[in-house]
């Protein structure tokens, strides 16, 4: 059995398939439960709906660092508003948050200033966080020190082998998806990674070109299966063990 950790099918707005269609090929795949996961206030109630309608979904509550436009007082009424569904039994985790710098316009400050209140809601709530960082580690790993977190995740890791050492440090996990079958990065041992798609996006071999789907976890299965010279069976049976601790689902 495997467990897609964060993918985004919930999102009428970025994800053209339909629900029931993606979820049954999701099963046909092996793939028996998922993670929809949250990028700024209204997303995240809508992915608490969606969790709320499929059993074999869960879900976050997220912000993701390019959305949030620096209105402080805003950001505060959101997560007065957000308390209600905070406390839903299917909600999983805090994220994805973090700090994006790769494209040009982004505001460190209120990144920083995001990402600070989010992660205190982490800790408070004692919930594991999928941590979204992209050319920003540097910045990132003072703040993440300041915070006592339970043990969370780096969504798409893709830096370097140095950030991946101090992740590692630090007892965070990976989440590996279909960049792994197409780009050369470096990669954390199998009992410290989970799988994911970040579906619609980063399709994995052979279907790039086409809109990712949860049920592609297989491809990503067989893709750590020869990386890491073992079975897709123990690829699964590590990888989804490690997700259901980690998310309690
Ligand atoms: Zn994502």
Same mark, same amino acid.
């Given at each position: 059995?495997?467990?897609d ?9 970025c994800?053209?398939l =339909? ?8 099963h046909? *795949? ?10 700024? =206030? ?6 608490? %709906? #969606? ?6 979904? /869960? /879900? ?5 660092p ?8 805003? &950001? ?9 569904i905070?406390?839903?039994k ?9 700090l ?5 316009g @982004? ?6 200033? %995001?990402?600070? *209140? ?8 004692k919930? =594991?966080?999928? #941590? ?8 990132? /790993? ?17 830096? *370097? ?6 992740? %590692?440090?630090?007892?965070? @996990?990976?989440?590996?998806?279909? &960049? ?9 041992p &199998? ?6 798609t970040?579906?619609? #996006? ?11 789907k949860?049920?592609?976890?297989? *491809?990503?299965?067989? /893709? ?17 063990a490690?997700?259901?601790? &980690?998310?309690?689902?």
């Amino acid at each position: 059995m495997l467990i897609d950790t964060h993918c985004h099918i919930h999102d009428k707005g970025c994800y053209d398939l =339909p629900p029931d269609e993606v979820l049954a090929h999701m099963h046909e *795949n092996g793939v028996e439960k998922c993670i929809v996961i949250g990028t700024d =206030p209204t997303d995240s109630k809508n992915a608490c %709906l #969606f969790a709320s309608e499929h059993s074999e979904v /869960w /879900w976050t509550y997220g912000y993701h660092p390019n959305d949030f436009d620096g209105d402080k007082i805003k &950001l505060e009424k959101d997560l007065i508003a957000a308390k209600e569904i905070l406390h839903d039994k299917r909600l999983v985790a805090i994220g994805e948050i973090g700090l994006d710098y790769h494209f040009d316009g @982004y505001n460190k400050d209120f990144q920083i200033y %995001l990402l600070e *209140n989010m992660l205190q809601l982490a800790q408070d709530l004692k919930l =594991p966080v999928s #941590f979204h960082i992209r050319d920003a580690f540097t910045d990132f /790993w003072p703040i993440f020190d300041n915070f006592h977190l339970v043990p969370s995740v780096l969504h798409s890791f893709s830096d *370097n082998e140095q950030h991946l050492q101090e992740g %590692l440090k630090r007892g965070l @996990y990976t989440g590996v998806n279909g &960049l792994s079958t197409f780009a050369q990065i470096p990669h954390a041992p &199998l009992d410290r990674t989970i799988l994911e798609t970040d579906a619609p #996006f980063l399709t994995p071999k052979p279907f790039r070109g086409t809109i990712n789907k949860p049920g592609y976890v297989k *491809n990503i299965a067989e /893709w750590a299966a020869e990386y890491y010279g073992v079975t897709v069976a123990e690829v699964a049976r590590v990888t989804t063990a490690t997700a259901e601790q &980690l998310f309690k689902i």
